[in-house]
């Protein structure tokens, strides 16, 4: 499990048994009731099948505050965390102040009927096709391609786009 541009590692937890995110910023309030939108993504490389996850918030409305994750469909937590977002239609978004002053708070994001549905069952039937796969090789190379992508491109879109070009989605 990855957080491109940042973290290996994506803590999978839930809210009130609900899937959830914790989001560290130095103004949690800031993002109180903002429009927010979120999409997901499957990635197929030849080392395995992953989702990733991108959230927009629209504090700043020409420039959005971004996050995403990129999950490792053949791990079968992923794949229970994802069938539970699936089925609640939901996430629930922690934000959290990196100070003491600004006390943080929990906000819903509804996911669309259509939104998660086709992109989970096209990546688990994938996941089921392929069989074993070392799992970290995949997000290795979604991690390399993606960080120089990043770099040279200087947009997180942009660096996604770079994945599906040099690893074109087959399902």
Known sequence: MSEPGGEKTVELFFHDEVPAWRI????????????HDIWFQLFTLPSGTLIGCWLRLYDIPEQPYFVHRVLDLG???????????????????????????????????????????????????????????DEEAALDD??????????????????????LERFPLQV
Not at 142 to 160: H, I, K, P, S
Request: hydrophobic content about 40%; overall charge negative.
């Open 142 to 163: 979604f991690m390399d391609v993606f960080n120089t992508a990043l770099r040279e491109r200087g947009d997180v879109g942009q660096a996604w786009e770079a994945v």
């Open 24 to 35: 560290t910023v130095p103004q949690p309030k800031r993002f109180q009731g903002v429009r």
């Open 75 to 133: 791990d079968e937590v992923v794949q229970q965390y994802m069938e539970r977002l699936r089925t609640a239609r939901k996430l629930v978004l922690l934000f959290e102040s990196t100070g003491e002053a600004d006390e943080g708070f929990a906000e819903e994001v509804v996911i669309g009927a259509n939104q998660l549905e086709r992109p989970l069952r096209e990546g688990l039937e994938r996941v089921e096709r392929l069989g074993d796969v």
